[in-house]
């Protein structure tokens, strides 16, 4: 696995033409780093133009989510395989918009989950907290219950990539990130929830626990001097390109040890 994950989340935010430009923009001034790797999630319909685009750019593509099932009839749905044919080496599962949108529940993101393994697609599970729940006192039981139902089954041999985003669900979108060190908390909390689940030496090898919600280039840094956490899952910022590659920048800058 890589030091650091910087993963940008275009949701339904562009149109095709809209997408490639964003992705030519990116890609002319990028610059790849070993430590750090950038994936880029934009709509299913442009990832075959942007995959062609790509060329040899060491950017990674992803999905903002997939299906369970290999192949069938399920009308609507896109397969591991499918993404893989566009380019395609991540997935985003279970994002708080699918939940909340589509009521999709930590059962789905569990079959997901082991679809996309089998598939050899990297997963990025996406779990947080609601505002109401953070008020109640239940933050740490939100995610440890989320982490549960999604990986507990689920064996793994060491050699799996899977990515989790702690994502408090009233700080997406805000444009406020939450206190880093109030991130570190809850990677140490989903670290031990893993740890509760497979042992020790293969949550080390498997695992990489991101922050999500309001990352911008200014705020990036002081998340990751934390010792758990392990890159950024990005929405609004990552449709500015300026923007995105400060916050590509600033990675390769705060921690390439
Ligand atoms: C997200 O939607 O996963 C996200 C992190 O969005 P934003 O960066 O805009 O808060």
Redesign the pocket.
Known sequence: MKNIYIIA?W?MQLNLKESIDLFNNIKQKFSHSEDVETVICPSYISLPDINRCKGGSKIRLGAQDVFWEDVGAYTGEISCEMLKDVGCNYT?IG???RRKYFKESDEMAHYKLRTVLKNSLVPIV?VGETFQERQEGKKEYAVISQITKAMSGIDLLGTEEIIV?Y?PIW?????R?INAEEAEYMHQVIKQALIDIFPVDITEKCFRIIY?????QTNIKTFLVQPNIKG???????LNPDEFLGIVSEAKREKCY
């Open positions: 989340n949701k985003i994002h708080s918009d996406c985003a994502e700080v997406i979108g805000s444009g990130a999500g919600g309001s990352i911008n950024v899952l990005v929405g609004g910022a990552s």
